[in-house]
Structures are given as structure tokens and as C-alpha cells.
């Protein structure tokens, strides 16, 4: 471990890794620092993402794929299932393998890594974030960096250190519970999610195959819900009624951050990336392939701003951001807002609509345009995502 | 006085009451965690957002344990 490093990345999760090493690629000296004992684990995550939108950051490799998904069903509160085909494909990770090949491709850029490194304060040079203090090994260390990336997920303490408002609003965390199960007998193709009051009122819940009948299984609530009745009860009621006997393989928690990007996820030497910054895509919760492209725009930039000695640059990653995918969020947000808030009456009439779909012309977009139809406020938006896509 | 407690042996240190608190008054390491009670107002907001039930309410005050 050197004194002083160019960019120090705080977090080893998908959008820390990118981040360290998309600074490294550029030649600068890069450190990153992950408070768990692994990389990758444990895993917060229901692991579904879209094939095409990690594509230009890893190769596929069956050892961090466990199921290739081509289908939807979508199961709503009257028992009605439409199943629809995909025109992209996904896959169901295994994160905790996924996340430790992100992280060796930070290494093998040049990054330097830590694990059980747990920081707890910010150095300051005149109003300017200069660094980091952690714990490693039960020593203090205080180690200066031109340029800190704060990746350390829903918890976003360290943008707070540096005065950035990163606390999220009870009512946007969407609060999720998971269990891997097996005996769980689903298409190993196919993500099931299912909507309405009784299975995850103001959000979703979800069944994602991993493969030899064993399955994600969990919902995420809103935080509103979360007040009267917890996601655990939830999973509880879901598993006595549908899956008694299955075997439980992990049991995690998590929040995810269920709203647009913060409005800055910059100050003066320190960037923010992933969940810390909010960039979980607020209508799916999906977060990986967001946070990595967040994790390698800051990157970039931290390299840039070290190599050209403008500490200035780090400040134009929140309108880089804003333009590669903020943005979009911004819309996602609001179609968020109005579908979390449907009846189960509005979503059986959706069923219904696209349940009479003839089946060549089932497919995500139609069932959405069935929604649609159901409450046209959403269409300015919809359209808004057309237009700026 | 402090009345939010969590359960040490039902939490998961997942970190979904970390990134609510208003105050910055929870402190999450690998498997630990603890309110820091001079900054914490009470405001139940990690009680509500709690997925798995480990945080309550305790009108009565919660005991700091200063030897953990």
C-alpha cells in the first residue's frame, strides 16, 4: 500500500470494480477498498440483468451465468399468467462470482484491492475531499488520493461525509427480502413476476430461476408498506401458501434505491457511482448495468482529471451522467410513480387486455400498451423515454 | 433518549436503515452494527423500513451497551 494513490474507490461492487478499473486502464494508480471480508459477498441482489447491456463491459462466461432468460410471465392479482418472449435476453448471475471477475478485471488493469478495509472518514485539503481514513487489519490508516469514487452501495455514507444529501426517502427505498430455494419447479428460462396487494403492494414480486429447480425468490415494498407489514411477512405468507416444503439456501435483505439520480453526485474531489450515487434504474430496481456504466463514466473522468491536473473535470461527471443514463431515470421514475400505485382492479383489467393478445402478438410492448390503455396518463411519459432514448 | 433497538441476532447488515437515516446516526461494519445515540432523533423511519422486522420502537428507552 503506497502513502498516496491518483483515485481511491470506496467499494468493491460492480460499479466500484468499473470504476477502479476503467482509472487504471488510463495509467493512473488506482486503490480500492471493500469493507466485507470477499469480494462479492454477501450478495444483495435478485441477479437478473439484460445480456446486451453488460455486454461491453465482460464477456459471457457460463461460470457467473446461471440461467439464460428468453421469457416473462407476469402473473397478476386475479391468477390470470401472461407469459411474454423477450426481444433481449437476460441472465440470472451468480453475483458472488460475477462481482469477483469484475474485480479482477480491475486488477489486472492495475488496481490495487483491499478486503476487511472498512472507511470510516474523509481527508479534506481546503474544502477539497484528499483522501480517505480506514481500518485494516485493526489499524487506523489515512491514505490521500487526488480523486475518491465513493461506490459503498444504499448505505452512501461517504458522500455524506463529504456534504452531499445522499439519504433516501423512507417512502422511495424499495425494502426487499430473498431467499434461494430449492424444489422450486419453473421454466429455468423464464423470469416470473408477480403484481398486486396481496404478493407486494407498491412493488413486485419476483421469482428468477437459477437452474436444477432452484429459484430467487422475493419481493421489494415500498417503504410506506413496509411501515404496516414487512417484506419478510410477505415471503413468509407466499412460501406457506405456494412452496411449504422448499429448502432454503440463503436468506438475504437489502433496500434498493427506487428513485431518480441524486441531483449532484459530485463534490470537489470525490465522485459518486452505483447505489451510492442512486443510479439504480427506478422502475425495474435493476442497478448492476446502471452502476457499471456510472462506474466507468467516473472512471474515465478520475483518470482524466488526475492525468490533465484539472481537478475541476471530476465536476462534469454529473452532467456526463446525467446524459448517458440519468436522464432516462428521470422518466422511468414517474412511470414508476403511476403503475406502483394501481389497484388490483386496474392490473386485472391489464391482464385481461393482454391476456387476449393473440399469442404471435404477445410481447412486452404490447402488454405495456395494454396498461396503457388503462391509465393514459402514463403515455407523456412513455413517450418521453421514445423520444430521449 | 434513545428508543430505536435493533435485534444484533435478526440482522442481516444489509445497510436499507443506513442509507434512510436523516442523520447519519447508524454505523454498519462487515456483521456489526449500533445507532449512534447522539445523533439519532428517533424519527422510526429505520423501524419502517426494515425488511426482515430487526429494528423497534421502545417508548421506554433503549439500554447502550458500552462494553460492545
Known amino acids: ?389 | 433518549m434513545l428508543m430505536i433497538e435493533i435485534l444484533p441476532d435478526k440482522c442481516d447488515f444489509c445497510g436499507c436503515c443506513v442509507g434512510i437515516c436523516p442523520e447519519d446516526a447508524i454505523e454498519l461494519k462487515e456483521a456489526e452494527i449500533r445507532i449512534i445515540e447522539e445523533l439519532c432523533t428517533n424519527c422510526v423511519k429505520c423501524v419502517w423500513s426494515c425488511p426482515i422486522e430487526v429494528l423497534k420502537f421502545n417508548r421506554n428507552g433503549v439500554k447502550v451497551n458500552l462494553d460492545a
Request: with cysteine; charged share 20%.
Open chain 1, 1 to 389: 500500500m503506497l502513502k498516496e494513490y491518483d483515485v481511491i474507490v470506496v467499494g468493491a461492487g460492480p460499479a466500484g470494480s468499473m470504476a477502479a478499473r476503467y482509472a487504471a486502464a488510463k495509467g493512473v494508480s488506482v486503490l480500492m477498498l471493500e469493507k466485507d471480508r470477499d469480494v462479492g459477498y454477501p450478495v444483495r441482489c435478485g441477479e437478473a440483468v439484460s445480456a446486451t447491456r453488460i455486454a461491453p463491459f465482460i464477456d459471457p462466461d457460463e461460470k457467473y451465468i446461471a440461467s439464460h432468460i428468453n421469457k416473462f410471465s407476469l402473473i397478476f392479482p386475479n391468477g390470470t399468467e401472461v407469459t411474454v418472449p423477450l426481444e433481449e435476453n437476460g441472465y440470472i448471475l451468480e453475483r458472488r462470482i460475477f462481482d469477483y471477475e469484475l474485480a479482477k478485471l480491475a486488477a489486472n488493469e492495475g488496481a490495487e484491492i483491499l478486503t476487511r478495509a472498512y472507511v470510516n472518514g474523509l481527508l479534506f485539503d481546503g474544502g477539497k475531499v484528499s483522501g480517505v481514513k480506514f481500518e485494516y487489519r485493526g489499524e487506523p490508516h489515512e491514505v490521500k488520493a487526488k480523486v475518491v469514487i465513493a461506490a459503498d452501495g444504499v448505505e452512501s455514507r461517504v458522500g455524506r461525509w463529504a456534504g452531499l444529501k445522499t439519504h433516501i426517502d423512507f417512502r422511495d427505498m424499495e425494502c426487499c427480502v430473498q431467499i434461494t430455494a430449492s424444489g422450486i419447479n419453473v421454466n429455468s428460462n423464464t423470469c416470473y413476476f408477480y403484481f398486486g396487494k396481496d404478493y407486494a403492494p407498491n412493488g413486485y414480486f419476483w421469482i428468477f430461476p437459477k437452474g436444477n429447480n432452484t429459484a430467487n425468490i422475493g419481493l421489494g415494498v415500498g417503504g410506506m408498506i413496509g411501515k404496516k407489514k414487512s417484506a419478510l411477512s410477505f415471503l413468509i405468507d407466499f412460501m406457506e401458501k405456494n412452496y411449504p416444503n422448499a429448502s432454503i439456501l440463503t436468506q438475504i435483505a437489502g433496500g434498493v434505491p427506487c428513485t431518480p439520480t441524486l441531483k449532484k453526485i459530485t463534490a470537489p474531489g470525490i465522485m459518486l457511482v452505483g447505489d451510492a450515487a442512486r443510479q439504480v434504474n427506478p422502475l425495474s430496481g435493476g442497478g448492476i448495468s446502471s452502476g457499471m456504466i456510472g462506474g466507468s463514466v467516473a472512471g474515465e473522468i478520475a483518470a482524466e482529471s488526475v492525468k490533465q491536473k484539472s481537478p475541476d473535470l471530476v465536476l462534469t461527471y454529473d452532467k456526463a451522467w446525467h446524459e448517458r443514463q440519468g436522464k432516462k431515470h428521470i422518466v422511468y421514475n414517474k412511470i414508476k410513480n403511476a403503475i406502483y400505485n394501481f389497484s388490483d382492479d386496474k392490473f386485472n383489467n391489464i391482464a385481461e387486455s393482454a391476456d387476449n393478445l393473440p399469442d404471435n402478438k404477445k410481447s412486452l410492448g404490447n402488454v405495456f400498451k395494454a396498461a396503457l390503455i388503462h391509465n393514459p396518463s402514463i403515455l407523456i411519459d412513455v413517450a418521453k423515454v421514445f423520444v430521449i432514448k
